[in-house]
């Protein structure tokens, strides 16, 4: 019993300084915002006497945050939408269709999975730039999809190989198409691989800077999270508003991770064992 004991808290001790350091920043943030600038010059790390909304009044209408937030959310919405599609026509094609190629296709698709972005990034810009697609959200879209494709496409692929090659038959002889299979048994049987996937997608896409930063040079269209960063050298006086904008910036990333904690954990253990 005691061995137990001293081995229970030989794991809380480093799982709750490791708690500690991922809410601590957020905290600090939080108090930050709250504070006036002079309150925040004289003592940094004390807590703020008041709630004071003024700041993040400031960062959403002045500093330009609420333009860089609905340009995520545009972004955002049409990217999953897009990897949700294509990824899993191409995980169920994968997975219950044999033809010439799928698995150099599926081999493919876990090859481009260890490619940094950083290696590809020079022809994507200027393939983008020769299409005219460089500065517009169809070109950040088709920028997203083509960089986490090959992750929903494996995830996917791995889900659909769990459900058994009888129910794709049985769906065949009641007279369905490829098609039909697809759309009225794999799509409602896949919801909660898609849900998951979609999440998990959605997180990539809003925490992204370097693909909008390259792609979004303009002020007008630029994401939240390059719009935040820009904050720092346009508000580097005034700390209080900068960590107003990091909080509207963070604010949906937690909604979406506690709310979905769980679906995001099947995404990410996803394809580690074969059903």
């Keep these: 019993m005691r061995g137990a004991r001293i081995s229970r808290w030989l794991i809380a001790g480093p799982m709750a300084l490791l708690a500690l350091a991922t809410i601590y920043p957020l905290v600090f943030t939080a108090n930050a915002a709250m504070k006036t600038r002079r309150d925040y010059i004289l003592d940094r790390f004390a807590f703020a006497d008041t709630l004071r909304w003024d700041n993040i009044a400031t960062a959403w209408t002045t500093a330009g945050t609420a333009r860089y937030?609905?340009?995520?959310?545009?972004?955002?919405a049409?990217?999953?939408?897009?990897?949700?599609?294509?990824?899993?026509m191409a995980g169920f094609a994968l997975s219950h269709l044999r033809f010439r190629g799928s698995r150099a296709l599926m081999l493919g698709c876990l090859a481009a999975l260890f490619v940094p972005f950083q290696v590809i990034m020079v022809p994507l810009v200027r393939t983008m730039a020769d299409t005219g697609l460089v500065d517009t959200y169809p070109g950040l879209i088709l920028a997203y999809v083509a960089q986490?494709?090959?992750f929903t496409i494996y995830l996917m692929a791995s889900y659909y190989?769990?459900?058994?090659?009888?129910?794709?038959?049985?769906a065949r002889i009641d007279g369905n198409t490829t098609y039909g299979v697809y759309r009225r048994i794999m799509?409602?049987?896949g919801r909660p691989a898609l849900l998951s996937v979609g999440v998990l997608n959605a997180l990539f896409c809003w925490n992204d800077v370097l693909i909008a930063l390259l792609m979004m040079p303009s002020a007008e269209h630029r994401t939240l999270m390059v719009g935040v960063t820009s904050l720092r050298g346009q508000y580097s006086a005034d700390i209080p508003t900068f960590a107003s904008g990091v909080l509207i910036a963070a604010v949906p990333v937690l909604a979406v991770y506690l709310f979905f904690q769980r679906r995001i954990a099947d995404a990410v253990t996803a394809g580690s064992t074969k059903g």
């Design 187 to 189: 799509l409602p049987m």
């Design 148 to 150: 986490y494709l090959p």
């Design 69 to 76: 937030f609905f340009n995520s959310v545009t972004v955002v």
């Design 161 to 170: 190989s769990a459900i058994p090659a009888e129910i794709v038959d049985a």
């Design 78 to 88: 049409g990217a999953v939408a897009l990897l949700l599609l294509f990824g899993s």
